[in-house]
Structure formats: C-alpha cells, structure tokens
C-alpha cells in the first residue's frame, strides 16, 4: 500500500492511497468536513450510477470526501476507470443480496455482510452512507445503523420488494428522484421523502467537434443524419420499439444507433438479428456502451427514449441539456421535464408509429429541432444544473 500527498482540484491537499490492483481512494485532510460512501454492487452500471457520481462530484465541489465503494469488480469499475474515477473494492468475496433470489437466501447473504460493512465503516470512519439500488440499501442499512452512521436512501428505481423496503425504513433521510418515484413508494416512506431531481451536467465540447465524434464512432459519414437512443438494452428501456420505429424511417442519409449495455442476452440477440435486415449496413447499429456519451451528446440530431416508467430519464435530460430534440414516451417520470410542443415531443408509450412520425416531423424541420432544443436546454439548465442539484441534496442530508 503506497500512501501520497497531493493536491486536489481545489487546491486542498488530500492523502491518496494507492493499493495492489491500482484502484485508490481519498481520505479527506484539513476543512473536508464530512465523509460520505456510495456502496455499489458492483456488476453493472446505468442511470443511476451516473446520478451517483454526479452527486459525489456536487457533495466534494462543496468540500465533502467521497468514496465510491462496491463489493465487486465488474462493469461499474470498468466504466470508472475509463472515466478516470476513484473507488474502493471490498476485501471480502460474498456478493450482496440479488434480486430473484429467495427471501432465506438473501436474509443469509445480508448476514454475512452485515459484520464486515460495519467493520468496514467503522475504520474508514465513514459519517454518511448515500446506497443508491435496493441491493445496497439491504446490505448497508442495518450496519450503518449499528455503528451509528447517518443513512440516505437515495431511492431512483420505481417500485421495491419487501426486504428493500424493511431496510429503506431505517434511513434517516430518504430522498427520491422524482414524482413519479415517489408515488412508487409505500405510504411510510412516501411521507417522509424528498423529491430532488438527478443533476444534470451540460456538455463543455462544441457541435461540430461532437458531430464529427458521433460519426466517427459509428464510421458513417459527416453528413450523416444520427437518431440515437441511449440506454441499457433491456425490455424496459423498449429499445425494439426503437428498432420498429427505425423501420418506418429509414433511408440512406440516416443511421439509427442504440448506444447501451446489454442487460437481456436473448434480447440482444433479437436486436442484433433486427439490423441485419436492414437495407444498408449503417441504417441501424448497436454502438455499445461509450462510457464519455455525455460529451458527444450534442452530436445527435434526435434522441428518441421509448423506455416505460422511468425514474427519471437521466439520458433524455442529458441530452436537452446538450440542446439536442427529444421524443419521449409520455410515461414515468419524462413529462415532468418534457413538455410536448415546447421542451420536447412526447409519444404514447410502445407506440413505434406515433414516435416515427414525431422523428419525421423532427428531421423535416431544422427550425423545429433547434426551437425544442433550445427550450429543453434551458429548462434543464434553470432547474436540473448542478449548482441547483448540489445545494438541495446537500441541504437535505444534512438536516
């Protein structure tokens, strides 16, 4: 273990421990105030893990440590250390609770972690853990309470199972992204929640540097029209009424691009059997999860979200933030930041017909797209920036 004194962005000097497998962590020195842990699983990574770290980055601007913490290496760590990002892996092997596991089993995975977390907590002197899924708010409560610790749910997922929402009770504060999340939640938590939406960062590249990106990713042309769709590639995100919609649509001049992880390989491999069909190579593609995608988002020309009950919509506020058009299913949490005609264009959810002809209207209009793009850009901007976001979470736990 090799132990540094450098400073950080801010000028303040932090300790940097630096382990065997290269991955280190900051122990705050000085006027760093409060020490905050964000426990991952560990084995994949989405929306809500971008939120996490965005919050991480608000809570440390304003002179707070954060650790990001997981139980495993996997494709949260690959995506932070292609980003450039901290994070501790926990020392021991059993994984937390999973879920479509059977209640004993996970009561028996909880155990087992409960004496190592708290132990864990207690000498890294840990004042607030911040769990962000249901597998970690049930394998962190009962240790943060034991030792004392402060405890936030930051709950982003719509709907709990029984064991999530026993451990969610003992959070001191329980804070929620959205409306709609929070009417997702049984009545005791309901009450004492927070509605603060997720931060959104806004793009630092130009344009045309990130148009050139975009179609350099995907080896098409310049002049390339680029729909995209960004999200992991699961039933609920619906990216096959995005491959349906792209059917409807396409032509030579453009190129339908799906940019995620893939979380259902049957489903998958139903998507990759779809583009195959397609008259040109470059008409629809499956890009994969590009870990910097928040930078080139303003190289789109439309971003098309058809996933159903979504917490929020990180991906379509990302791209408004980046002045980009959006079409939206009218579900979850996206019109509480779309508004149909003035933020953005909403669809009725699974109706491939409907987004189409919303992207064709879209892509015939440059007046249009710029207009929506504009508006949702600041809209985002005025209540979704990270100067707003950081000032409310911050306030909120701690109270």
């Known amino acids: 273990m090799q132990t540094i004194l450098e400073p950080d962005v801010g000028g303040k000097q932090v300790l940097q421990s630096v382990n065997e497998t290269g991955s280190w962590k900051y122990f705050a020195e000085g006027d760093l105030t409060v020490r905050i842990c964000f426990p991952f699983p560990g084995d994949s990574v989405g929306g809500s893990h971008v939120n996490a770290l965005n919050t991480a980055e608000c809570l440390e601007a304003r002179g707070h440590s954060c650790t990001m913490v997981m139980h495993q290496e996997g494709a949260l760590g690959d995506w932070f250390r292609q ?59 009962r240790p943060s309470k034991a030792t004392g610790k402060r405890l936030v749910y930051h709950h ?41 939406p997720n931060a959104v960062f806004e793009p630092e590249t130009d344009p045309v540097t990130s148009r050139r990106a975009v179609r350099e990713l995907l080896g098409v042309d310049e002049s390339q029209v680029v729909v995209g769709f960004v999200g992991n590639l699961a039933e609920q995100k619906r990216p096959m009424v995005f491959m349906d919609m792209a059917e409807l649509l396409e032509s030579g001049d453009r190129t339908f691009a799906l940019f995620g992880n893939a979380r259902d390989s049957d489903l998958y491999q139903r998507l990759v059997e ?50 980009v058009p959006v079409v939206a299913s009218n579900s979850g949490a996206h019109p509480e930041f779309v ?37 949702g ?5 005025q209540h979704h920036s990270m100067d707003v976001y950081g000032d409310r979470f911050e306030q909120a736990i701690m109270e």
């Open 274 to 323: 779809r583009t195959s069909k397609y008259q040109t190579p470059s008409s629809v593609m499956m890009a994969g999860f590009i870990p910097d995608l928040r930078d080139k988002m303003m190289g789109l020309d439309v971003l098309v979200a058809p996933q159903v009950d979504e917490g929020f919509g990180l991906n379509v506020a990302e791209a408004m933030a980046a002045g």
């Open 339 to 375: 508004t149909h005609g003035s933020t953005g264009l909403l669809a009725e959810p699974d109706d491939s017909s409907q987004f189409a002809e919303m992207v064709a209207r879209l892509l015939a209009d440059s007046q249009l797209r710029n207009d929506l793009g504009q508006a």
């Open 156 to 196: 982003q997922t719509a709907g709990a199972g029984r064991l999530v929402r026993r451990s969610a009770e003992l959070a001191d504060v329980v804070i929620t992204i959205s409306k709609f999340n929070q009417s997702r939640l049984p009545e005791k938590l309901r009450t004492r929640s927070k509605v603060i």
């Open 377 to 381: 850009k600041k809209h985002i901007m």
């Open 83 to 141: 980003i450039g990002r901290s994070y501790e892996v926990l020392p021991w092997k059993t994984p937390l609770p999973s879920k479509g596991m059977s209640l004993p089993r996970n009561l028996c995975r909880a155990a087992v972690n409960r004496v190592n977390v708290a132990s864990w907590l207690k000498r890294n002197d840990i004042d607030i853990i911040i769990p962000t899924d249901g597998r970690g708010i049930i394998g962190w409560a």
